[in-house]
């Protein structure tokens, strides 16, 4: 399977017919190309063929001198010369695959998460291979197998719970890295966003336009998104001097915008006089909007909203979302350069990257406009 030539999530690649006549004419350029060697690149750049394979890997191009590096990529440039991974992987006994499994591939979270994954392993010569689950324990468990079984040299996984006996049955087998999920029971690479940063940076923007009363409809506490995001939740208010009772906390069954705006309509029907609302994720904000409307409440008039990820249909919102941005690509990005460390060198310590996030604010927040008589 030639994956190189299928687009990427999000490059707007077009695949074209050819025709019969201009087919034939292409299939010798193609063969020629493919069949360009490492020992064509070194003899045209003048180098032995170990100095070539130094230049070409970026593992070891600081062994060479950077003006024959220079020339040797632009002579492998020049040949059309690519590294054969599945060669390569028969000389060091590996698939040059990684598996991934996502819980929701339409939850737009991900795609960009996905992207920098897929960028990041490509510069290594190796596939992504993409498992979806729907958040179903059972699919999950087969499709574990499935990439068991097609040997991937490395696992990533974006569908770890707080409790997630799965991972018991794989640290011991081939590299293991979590992304946007960390777990505290096992010793396992992970990577995610600063949710002690993020939190903080939604409440004190609420803060600051004078919002005491902020409810939190909170992810589920499944997940260690939720459960983090909420803990957070609780330690910024008391930094904040405010007061945070049951009453503002409500957690979704998941990460839907239905579970959101189930969760939503459960907060407003406790009464709690919130004037904003801090949500878990944007899709749950997104519910929140649908909570909120039905009740004949404005946003931001009534009650401004937060979200937390920064998709990027945040502005497509009415009003748009003011919304945590977290770094998805480049979480994506390290959790390649991770699973690779992890394959590489096996043994190597597992590491725990936080990712900072920035607030975008858009037009769900307003200032408190309090009323004479409070």
Known sequence: MNVEAKPSLGDGGETQATPDSARSQATPTRARRNAVTLR?????????TSTASRALRKST??????????RVLAVAAELGYRVNPVAKGLREQRTMTVGMILPDLSNPLFPPIVRGIEDGLREAGYALILANTDRNPAREQDLLGVLLARQVDGLILATAELDYPL?????????VVLVNRTTEEFVVSSVAADDHQGIGQALRHLVDLGHTRIA????SLNFSTGSRRYQEYLGWMQRFGLKVDSSLVVFSKGLTQAQGEEACQELLSRDTKATAILAGS???ALGCYDALRSKGLRIPEDVSVVGYNGIRF????SPPLTSVHIPKYDIGLRAAAL???GINKPGSPAGAVLLPTTLQVRSSTKALIRKRSE
């Not at 064509?40 to 032995?48: I, N, R």
């Not at 191009?61 to 220079?70: K, P």
């Not at 939190?216 to 992810?219: I, K, L, T």
């Not at 945040?314 to 919102?317: E, L, S």
């Open 282 to 284: 944007d899709l749950i």
């Open 314 to 317: 945040c502005n497509a919102f």
């Open 40 to 48: 064509d690149v070194a003899k045209l750049a003048e180098v032995d």
């Open 167 to 175: 991972l018991d049955e794989i640290v011991d087998l081939l590299p």
């Open 216 to 219: 939190h409809v909170a992810g």
């Open 339 to 341: 699973i690779l460390e």
């Open 61 to 70: 191009r600081n062994l060479v001198r950077a003006d024959t590096v220079e």
